[in-house]
């Protein structure tokens, strides 16, 4: 999949993965894909909560060798 | 639709209660929550510019998982409360959980108010210049002002 940003959150704990992913997307255009790797299992719930609750879209929730790749479109 | 909010008391200034005011705070206004914390009595202390200070510490701690079972008589020892600290902070280190100047700093980012109870730091005589900037001082009645329009109010 296409993405216009990456951010690699990999060894981060929660909150920060969801705090840095906010922060990631605030200089991105509306209708671009963030691509998150997370190492922290809890964000696979969270990042879906994240996008329910801001009106982002998770377009994608995939694991790849322990890693979490999450495809975030900017509202 | 209308912005969300959250309030949140935190009267605690150890290391472990330090942690879930700049969690919760840091986390809702990534979500898009308009975030106050109302720091009071002991909690005055997670403002200070230095916050080596703050500590942790195993004695009346009972729920605090230690490497090996100490008793009352050990933990009490000189010295016991700097290591635990020291212990906790490489522990919170090795699993990627940020530092709380690094939380307290993605608040402030993110735009939390923080409001530090004025009367509280008459009681402890504390100089204001060793707190952050970006602080408001104010009372429980300028607190209640944000608080009584809150989706999540918390005391920690």
């Given at each position: 999949?296409?993405?216009d940003k990456e951010f690699d959150?990999?060894?981060l704990s929660c909150p920060l993965p969801i705090v840095k992913?906010?922060?990631?997307?605030v200089d991105m255009e509306s209708g671009q894909v963030l691509k998150v790797i997370s190492t922290d299992c809890g964000s696979v719930k969270d990042m879906q909560a994240f996008a329910d609750q801001t009106g982002n879209t998770l377009l994608s929730t995939t694991e790849e060798g322990g890693k979490y790749i999450f495809m975030m479109k900017k509202k | 639709m209308t912005t969300k909010k959250m309030a949140i008391i935190a009267t605690k200034g150890t290391l472990d209660?330090?942690?879930?005011?700049?969690?919760?705070?840091s986390t809702a206004a990534a979500l898009g929550y308009d975030v106050q914390i109302f720091f009071t009595f002991y909690g005055?202390?997670?403002?200070?510019?230095?916050l080596s200070d703050v500590k942790i510490s195993p004695l009346a701690n009972p729920a605090m998982p230690m490497p090996v079972p100490m008793p009352v008589m050990v933990q009490m020892l000189?010295?016991?409360?700097?290591?635990?600290?020291?212990?906790?902070?490489q522990k919170l280190a090795k699993h990627g959980v940020a530092s709380l100047e690094e939380l307290r700093d993605?608040?402030?980012e993110a735009d939390v108010k923080f409001i530090a109870c004025q009367m509280t730091v008459d009681l402890f005589e504390f100089d204001k210049s060793e707190f952050i900037?970006?602080?408001e001082y104010g009372g429980a009645s300028m607190f209640f002002g944000f608080a009584g329009e809150t989706d999540i109010c918390l005391f920690v």
């Open positions: 999949m296409n993405f959150a990999s060894g992913t906010k922060k990631a997307l | 209660m330090a942690y879930p005011p700049f969690i919760l705070a005055l202390q997670l403002l200070r510019k230095d000189p010295g016991m409360e700097s290591m635990a600290t020291m212990m906790m902070k993605l608040c402030l900037d970006n602080v």
